[in-house]
């Protein structure tokens, strides 16, 4: 049995949210809450929910992280922890928390969001990915997609009956996104994706948000990032006929392996515009600079996990008549992983509580109730960008 002390929405954690964020100043640039203290208080208990959830779900899964994704035929089968994980976090109602109540969410800061991807992460790392980026592809279809799209998918990424994931990487184009040739083609205002895509997680998800190049500027385009769109390509068509999207091989890896990752072929599969055409590269760096963040808090989540494991192990292992925890070399060593971890959380939940406030003074500058502070606010805007520019990919290689 697992002995490991959990305790997964910890005191460290807490810290984050009682401490180091300013929610009155959130609040009162979103419009005011009814009572910021009673707000908070629900963020806590869904975080508290969400630790007992994933205590749970570390109970049952860590003894069965070897076990493979298999394809049976074009169907990607995810391990059965897997499964039985996203069940819960399912029936929890802990899918898509940042997806606005419109669509049937919480919005929750991403701040909170962070909190919870860090814990799940620590309890199961390969469904992280997949619940990740749900989440993720979701956000992407909030801010990119028509009306139509968002109310067509949306309630169905906060319910779990729909997962999602992101197309880009191809065999000529890894880092250099520029390489991508897998085309869109506009036939009479209709788009259709023709081409290939590899290291896809969670490529057996029902939508896939898929970066291709525009058929109509294909050549002049070629070897640069202009002319890609991002389109949402699902594997069933709203009127019920299956789509021309496939998995054909998943990888073996030499971690995660309960995450899914796929070779995805198209073949005239039909999509949908998000953003716009040709643009496509703009709104495909909101989802990986997500993504950047999300494997931020998952290193976090899984370095959280290790510390507790060695710090268990060394008090209770006993050499030279005392517990090695006691050896000032060993004790040594957890310090400095604990420095590291909290670092790191420190650098990652400043950056998402950036992300919050500016994301809260940009819809405020929205509208017309900004009285008199208007440049003021707007320089703050531009200042805290900035930051988080410059804060993301630090996050990531942290
Ligand atoms: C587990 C896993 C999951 C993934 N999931 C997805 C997914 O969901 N969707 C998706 O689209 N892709 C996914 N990918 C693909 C991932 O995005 C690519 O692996 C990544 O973009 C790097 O591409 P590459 O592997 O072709 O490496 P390459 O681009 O060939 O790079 C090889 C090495 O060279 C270095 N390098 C390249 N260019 C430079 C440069 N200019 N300066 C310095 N160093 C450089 C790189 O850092 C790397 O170390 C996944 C990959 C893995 C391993």
Redesign the pocket.
Known sequence: MNMMSRDFFHRDIQLFIDHRFDWDRYFSLRGGAADVAEEVETYRTILRTAGEVCEDIDGSARDHWHEEVRLEGAQVVVPPHIAAGYEKLRAAGLLCLTIGPAYGGYGLPALVNCAFIEMLSRADPSLM?IVG?QAGVAQDIEKYGSDELRRRYLPHFVSGELEG?????E?Q?????GGILTRVTDENGRYFVDGG???????GAQVHLV?ARDGATFEQSRGTTNGLSLVLCPVTLPDGRANGVRVSRV?R?MG?HG?P?CVVEFEHAEAFLLGQRGGGFRAMLDLMNN?RLGVSAQAIGIAEGAYRAAREYTAQRVQFGTPIIEQPLVKSMLTLMAINIQAARALLYRTCGLIDMTEALRRLLETDAVNGNRAALQAELEHNTQLIRFFTPLCKYY
């Not at 994931?165 to 990487?169: A, E």
């Not at 184009?173 to 996104?177: E, K, P, R, T, W």
């Not at 895509?197 to 490529?203: D, E, L, Q, R, Y």
């Open positions: 990915t980026l994931c992101m197309d880009l990487t065999p184009a890894g880092s250099d996104l895509k590899i290291f896809i997680t969670n490529g970066l990888e890896k995660i995450s990752t993504a």
